[in-house]
């Protein structure tokens, strides 16, 4: 079982920038691939980005990439999601999630946090 929290989230003006965390408990977190995701006010969750194991290979959405870089910390059971230039249309709650082994860019992760919220004004 693992647990998820995220954190970071708030309310940033057109172009600001924001790093959201996602703290994992349990021991194996290393074995977990891990995500981000996102959904919109009347959208379906969408996928942002996702890491490795190791974080030897990463994955981006095109819309976030080059503006937004995940990164993990296995030692801190901790991952993130650094988001520069950011656009009102980054706007959603945004959720962390975990995926036993190979990594995905679907909708197939085991354990997902609650979500936060990001606002971008324009």
């Known amino acids: 079982q693992v647990q998820l929290v995220e954190s970071g989230g708030g309310l940033v003006q057109n172009g600001g920038s924001l790093r959201l965390s996602c703290a994992a408990s349990g021991r194996t977190f290393s074995r977990y691939a891990m995500g981000w995701f996102r959904q919109a006010p009347g959208k379906e969750r969408e996928f942002v980005a996702a890491?490795?194991?190791?974080?030897?290979?990463?994955y981006y959405a095109d819309s976030v990439k080059g503006r937004f870089t995940i990164s993990r910390d296995n030692a801190k059971n901790t991952h993130y999601l650094q988001m520069n230039s950011l656009k009102p249309e980054d706007t959603a709650v945004y959720y962390c999630?975990?995926?036993?082994?190979?990594?995905?860019?679907?909708?197939?992760?085991?354990?997902w946090g609650q979500g936060t919220q990001v606002t971008v004004s324009s």
């Open positions: 999630a975990a995926r036993y082994g190979f990594t995905s860019t679907r909708d197939d992760y085991n354990y």
């Open positions: 890491i490795s194991t190791n974080g030897g290979a990463t």
